[in-house]
């Protein structure tokens, strides 16, 4: 999920029980952080280095950023039926099989010198996604004591700002030195590298038992699981709009040339706000999603009424990092909670509904630059964000509540 998406995977009734007593396994985490780190950062790289992407493959700046929605269309086009398909599968088996199809998407898409066949890799990387986004959170679960469930979560989802606050930012240096194309190998190394991590270090786990799964639509039927997924969707959708094209904003504003520093300072507080999101999620979890859209509001107001000059920028991406950062965890542990015994359902649902909003976010975001151009992003952000705050605000019983266990 990038940017990031978010999870789910099975955790056998007395997984929790099993793991009492013990701390966190932070190398084996560790491991997973940088399996969310290649997945985010396979998702959202085009976004730093989009114009001279586009350059390269002839193509225009919108159809160069629907990488981005090819990416977020077979994530949200798999997730349900490979959760479904590769239920049995050892839990290790599938994240390394996810790793490796990284690997070779990402090495496509740095040789490739044809838009189609660079969309076919982008494609091939969200299937890869589709498997690693239904796994990693709840692996990550599993592998805690349930007190330390949310910083074991917490933890692993780091490598989404870490992928934002520098990958990003790296992959747009090395994009304007050298060649785009080497910060996509850049990438396949380093799944490669993740690899071997995996096998060294994270424990495996069985699947599931077939005739242990679970209907997947039923989970709409739990009170508070579509609330969450409504939150998802829009605030999804919104930070997507903006994001996907950031370069290109930008470039609108005259600062072309400062978006590795612009997506330096919103990474860097996106990883404040993970851990602000980390540390306090187990009793604060719907105050926390209520500031962390209101930052986001904040910073798309920033951009709309103050971008004329260019300090305000870096308020703004200050202000949309602190406020998106935890939202991955946020989301996630929110739809885990409510979902209740259909938790695997309702999180699988979740990563479709996820990755949905982002190929949206990716169509809608190029139609507008086509249509009203750049400047309308981030007046689109706070129309879109007005009901994710009503939904929270009202969802009080169930799916944000005002308490948790």
């Given at each position: 999920?990038?940017?990031?998406?978010?999870?789910?995977?099975?955790?056998?009734?007395?997984?929790?029980?099993?793991?009492?007593?013990?701390?966190?396994?932070?190398?084996?985490?560790?491991?997973?952080?940088?399996?969310?780190?290649?997945?985010?950062?396979?998702?959202?790289?085009?976004?730093?280095?989009?114009?001279?992407?586009?350059a390269d493959l002839g193509v225009g700046e919108s159809a160069a950023g629907q990488s981005v929605t090819i990416y977020a269309i077979a994530t949200a086009l798999t997730a349900i039926p490979l959760t479904a398909a590769t239920a049995a599968w050892r839990?290790?088996?599938?994240?390394?099989?996810?790793?490796?199809?990284?690997?070779?998407?990402?090495?496509?898409?740095?040789?490739?010198?044809?838009?189609?066949?660079?969309?076919?890799?982008?494609?091939?990387?969200?299937?890869?996604?589709?498997?690693?986004?239904?796994?990693?959170?709840?692996?990550?679960?599993?592998?805690?004591?349930?007190?330390?469930?949310?910083?074991?979560?917490?933890?692993?989802?780091?490598?989404?700002?870490?992928?934002?606050?520098?990958?990003?930012?790296?992959?747009?240096?090395?994009?304007?030195?050298?060649?785009?194309?080497?910060?996509?190998?850049?990438?396949?190394?380093?799944?490669?590298?993740?690899?071997?991590?995996?096998?060294?270090?994270?424990?495996?786990?069985?699947?599931?038992?077939?005739?242990?799964?679970?209907?997947?639509?039923?989970?709409?039927?739990?009170?508070?699981?579509?609330?969450?997924?409504?939150?998802?969707?829009?605030?999804?959708?919104?930070?997507?709009?903006?994001?996907?094209?950031?370069?290109?904003?930008?470039?609108?504003?005259?600062?072309?040339?400062?978006?590795?520093?612009?997506?330096?300072?919103?990474?860097?507080?996106?990883?404040?706000?993970?851990?602000?999101?980390?540390?306090?999620?187990?009793?604060?979890?719907?105050?926390?999603?209520?500031?962390?859209?209101?930052?986001?509001?904040?910073?798309?107001?920033?951009?709309?009424?103050?971008?004329?000059?260019?300090?305000?920028?870096?308020?703004?991406?200050?202000?949309?990092?602190?406020?998106?950062?935890?939202?991955?965890?946020?989301?996630?542990?929110?739809?885990?909670?409510?979902?209740?015994?259909?938790?695997?359902?309702?999180?699988?649902?979740?990563?479709?509904?996820?990755?949905?909003?982002?190929?949206?976010?990716?169509?809608?975001?190029?139609?507008?630059?086509?249509?009203?151009?750049?400047?309308?992003?981030?007046?689109?952000?706070?129309?879109?964000?007005?009901?994710?705050?009503?939904?929270?605000?009202?969802?009080?019983?169930?799916?944000?509540?005002?308490?948790?266990?």
């Amino acid at each position: 999920m990038s940017t990031q998406s978010p999870v789910g995977t099975t955790t056998a009734p007395d997984d929790g029980e099993q793991a009492e007593g013990r701390g966190l396994p932070v190398l084996a985490l560790l491991a997973l952080t940088t399996a969310v780190f290649v997945t985010s950062l396979t998702e959202t790289l085009p976004a730093g280095v989009l114009p001279a992407m586009s350059a390269d493959l002839g193509v225009g700046e919108s159809a160069a950023g629907q990488s981005v929605t090819i990416y977020a269309i077979a994530t949200a086009l798999t997730a349900i039926p490979l959760t479904a398909a590769t239920a049995a599968w050892r839990r290790r088996r599938l994240l390394l099989t996810a790793m490796a199809a990284f690997a070779v998407a990402n090495t496509v898409t740095a040789l490739s010198s044809a838009y189609l066949l660079t969309m076919a890799g982008r494609f091939v990387a969200g299937v890869a996604a589709g498997l690693a986004w239904a796994l990693l959170a709840g692996y990550a679960r599993r592998m805690a004591p349930v007190p330390l469930q949310g910083k074991a979560i917490a933890l692993v989802m780091t490598g989404i700002p870490v992928a934002l606050s520098l990958g990003v930012p790296t992959g747009t240096f090395v994009g304007r030195v050298f060649d785009w194309r080497v910060a996509f190998l850049a990438m396949s190394a380093l799944a490669v590298v993740v690899i071997g991590w995996i096998v060294a270090t994270v424990p495996d786990h069985p699947g599931r038992r077939p005739e242990g799964r679970t209907r997947i639509l039923g989970a709409l039927s739990v009170p508070g699981v579509p609330p969450v997924l409504f939150v998802t969707l829009l605030f999804v959708l919104a930070h997507t709009l903006l994001y996907a094209y950031v370069a290109t904003f930008l470039d609108h504003l005259g600062m072309g040339d400062s978006t590795d520093l612009v997506l330096l300072v919103f990474g860097a507080t996106s990883m404040l706000g993970i851990w602000i999101v980390g540390a306090r999620i187990h009793r604060r979890l719907r105050a926390l999603t209520i500031g962390s859209a209101l930052l986001v509001a904040a910073a798309a107001a920033v951009l709309g009424l103050l971008s004329g000059t260019h300090p305000p920028v870096y308020v703004a991406a200050a202000l949309w990092g602190l406020g998106w950062g935890g939202v991955p965890t946020l989301l996630q542990t929110a739809v885990g909670d409510a979902g209740g015994a259909r938790a695997d359902a309702a999180q699988a649902m979740l990563v479709t509904l996820w990755n949905a909003a982002m190929a949206a976010g990716g169509v809608i975001g190029g139609l507008l630059l086509d249509g009203i151009g750049a400047g309308s992003f981030p007046w689109a952000v706070l129309v879109l964000l007005v009901p994710v705050l009503g939904v929270v605000v009202s969802a009080r019983s169930h799916g944000f509540p005002s308490r948790r266990g």
